[in-house]
């Protein structure tokens, strides 16, 4: 079965550079959700989106940017990297409805120097 | 205070061991409740949902307390695969009802040794 396909796997950037990473829902999925795991953390919810729209936000800098795309997938723009911003960045898409089940995408590994 | 709380790690069995996890969450909004396995590096992947009538799949059996607010997983008979991070995982409505977060506890580890 088709899963959640997240790009790039791995991101190495340097402080004040800006990355974008790329997220690709299960088929008919139309919720993206973007978390942040921190090296020893669980994941922290950024933000999600459904039918392309912002629906709910977390802890997410104002240095980060998301949005949908009509074809569903997502792009979450992260400017002025900082150090701290060094972690796991995980997508995760469901279909909408209350308490559906979230499947996650490999992440992305970002390494900010 | 952490909004999912569970039990501090690791957790080393031998193989064949029964162990259990416990978890508590803060927020009585929470509508749904999950248990997530994460092997190391990896993405988290859905072990098993949670349900206040308490559910099983094969050796694995979660539970639900509402009222405590207290959730746990029991896992019978582990197996090397079995080891691990287990994260507690509880989903927040978000607004308009439309989409959900989820809010994970901080994970237990767990190792079974041969």
């Known amino acids: 079965a088709a899963g959640v396909i997240q790009s790039p796997r791995h991101l190495i950037k340097e402080k004040r550079e800006t990355a974008t990473l790329k997220c690709y829902p299960i088929?008919?999925?139309?919720?993206v959700y973007w978390y942040q795991q921190g090296p020893g953390q669980d994941p922290q919810f950024l933000i999600s989106?459904?039918?392309?729209?912002?629906?709910d936000k977390g802890s997410i800098p104002d240095r980060f940017s998301a949005q949908q795309f009509s074809d569903y997938h997502s792009e979450l723009n992260m400017s002025s990297l900082e150090l701290g911003d060094s972690a796991l960045y995980f997508c995760?898409?469901?279909?909408?409805?209350?308490?559906?089940?979230?499947?996650f995408g490999p992440g992305t590994r970002l390494l900010v120097l | 205070r952490k909004e999912v709380e569970q039990d501090p790690g690791p957790f080393n069995v031998p193989e064949g061991a029964t162990v259990a996890f416990n978890c508590t969450y803060s927020?009585?909004?929470?509508?749904?409740f999950f248990w997530y396995r994460q092997d190391c590096r990896k993405e988290p992947k859905l072990l098993m949902s949670?349900?206040?009538s308490g559910n099983e799949d094969g050796r694995f059996t979660a539970q639900l307390n509402r009222a405590s607010q207290y959730i746990s997983l029991l896992i019978r008979d582990s197996k090397l695969s079995d080891s691990a991070t287990y994260l507690c995982?509880?989903?927040?409505?978000?607004?308009?009802?439309?989409?959900?977060?989820?809010?994970f506890g901080t994970g237990t580890l767990l190792a079974v040794q041969p």
């Open positions: 989106f459904y039918e392309k729209m912002q629906s």
């Open positions: 995760a898409s469901s279909v909408r409805g209350r308490g559906e089940t979230q499947y």
């Open positions: 088929p008919r999925h139309d919720t």
């Open positions: 927020n009585s909004a929470s509508q749904s």
């Open positions: 995982v509880v989903n927040i409505l978000g607004y308009g009802g439309a989409t959900n977060k989820l809010i």
């Open positions: 949670v349900y206040s």
